[in-house]
């Protein structure tokens, strides 16, 4: 498969694969010392479609489309702080490698990934009046 023209979820090897993936990474999430208290409240399977749509929608060079609310939007009820990011953005990278995803789509969607820190993260004022 060429490098310049993918489309992620064919990469990863087609939509069962790549729904496990999310599935295994929202577990992850879900059940995470650190961050699974941010997701008590949310629906797992409704996660797991609309951040498929998200990724397939802003990787590689064949998308799909991605109808949910902006990153910034979802999470600016959130307090996610630098750590809480950080510890998602290492549970992302451990799931892409346990599933052998091809190195130049895991470079493409982890520095997507690091791309959307401001637009999670609370900072400044905003953090400390929570
Ligand atoms: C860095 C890149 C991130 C991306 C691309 C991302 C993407 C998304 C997407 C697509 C949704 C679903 C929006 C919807 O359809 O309603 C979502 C929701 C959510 N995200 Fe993130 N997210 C990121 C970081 C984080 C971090 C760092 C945390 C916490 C540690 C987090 C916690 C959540 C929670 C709890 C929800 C669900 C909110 C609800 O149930 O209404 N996200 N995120």
Request: negative net charge; aromatic residues 10%.
């Amino acid at each position: 498969m060429s490098e310049t023209n993918w489309d992620v979820i064919e990469e990863v090897g087609g939509e069962a694969c790549m729904e496990k993936l999310m599935r295994e990474f929202y577990d992850r999430l879900f059940d995470d010392v650190f961050v699974g208290f941010f997701f008590r409240n949310s629906d797992k399977e409704h996660l797991i479609r609309s951040q498929i749509a998200y990724v397939h929608a802003n990787l590689g060079s064949r998308r799909g489309t991605y109808e949910g609310p902006s990153i910034r939007k979802a999470h600016e009820d959130l307090p996610i702080l630098a750590g809480h990011f950080d510890r998602r953005h290492t549970i992302l990278t451990q799931v892409l490698d346990d599933f052998d995803v091809p190195e130049h789509v895991q470079k493409a969607w982890l520095s997507l990934d690091r791309a959307m820190r401001p637009m999670v993260l609370k900072q400044g004022k905003q953090a400390r009046e929570g």
